[in-house]
């Protein structure tokens, strides 16, 4: 599990700089490699978001490990 995490995080970090470019410069990296709203990008965006999914369960990782402490 913990490698479809590390994955993940580097998927959603990956999207966020496509975002921070977006915001920054209206400059979509994604759109313009791959097509503006192409099968591939339209892909991308969808793994884009499936990562940070699964990446809430990082977020809340330690509740569980504190449960177990006590």
Same mark, same amino acid.
């Given at each position: 599990?913990?490698? %479809?995490?590390?994955?993940? +995080? *580097?998927?959603? #970090?990956? !999207?966020? $700089?496509?975002? @921070?470019?977006?915001? %920054?410069?209206?400059?979509? +990296? *994604?759109?313009? #490699?791959? !097509?503006? $709203?192409?099968? @591939?990008?339209?892909?991308?965006?969808?793994?884009?978001?499936?990562?940070?999914?699964?990446?809430?369960?990082?977020?809340?990782?330690?509740?569980?490990?504190?449960?177990?402490?006590?």
């Amino acid at each position: 599990m913990e490698t %479809l995490q590390k994955t993940a +995080l *580097v998927v959603t #970090i990956i !999207g966020a $700089l496509n975002w @921070l470019l977006i915001g %920054l410069f209206e400059f979509d +990296l *994604v759109a313009s #490699i791959f !097509g503006e $709203l192409s099968f @591939l990008t339209k892909l991308i965006y969808i793994l884009v978001g499936i990562a940070g999914l699964i990446n809430i369960g990082i977020l809340f990782e330690h509740i569980g490990n504190r449960k177990e402490l006590h």
